[in-house]
């Protein structure tokens, strides 16, 4: 059993900066295929970014290329989404989400586990 808990939501104005963290239980963590998911009110829930082990392989959604970055730290067994230039339209329940296979590409059914989430809020 894999859990997942993120933190580092907040509210914040347009153009500025948020640092989520996920911290995840599991003694192979490294091999995992971590991912950021979002969904705002009324939406579905929508890629944000996801890497492999080792950071190998990184993927991004278009509305984020070039703001946010995804990165992890395997000794600490923690992911993180480091989120500038914040958008209101980038308001939403940030999700970590986790596949333990380790598989590439990225695709939402195969994550089998997640967080509950931490809101981000950005104003204008």
């Known amino acids: 059993q894999v859990q997942l808990v993120e933190s580092g939501g907040g509210l914040v104005q347009a153009g500025g900066s948020l640092r989520l963290s996920c911290a995840a239980s599991g003694r192979t963590f490294s091999s995992y295929t971590m991912g950021w998911f979002r969904q705002a009110p009324g939406k579905e829930r929508e890629f944000v970014a996801a890497?492999?082990?080792?950071?190998?392989?990184?993927n991004y959604a278009d509305s984020v290329k070039g703001r946010f970055t995804i990165s992890r730290d395997d000794a600490k067994n923690t992911v993180y989404l480091q989120m500038n230039s914040l958008k209101p339209e980038d308001t939403a329940v940030y999700y970590c989400?986790?596949?333990?296979?380790?598989?590439?590409?990225?695709?939402?059914?195969?994550?089998?586990?997640w967080g509950k989430g931490t809101l981000v809020t950005v104003f204008s």
């Open positions: 989400a986790a596949d333990p296979l380790g598989r590439w590409p990225i695709k939402i059914r195969a994550m089998d586990y």
């Open positions: 890497n492999t082990w080792g950071g190998g392989n990184t």
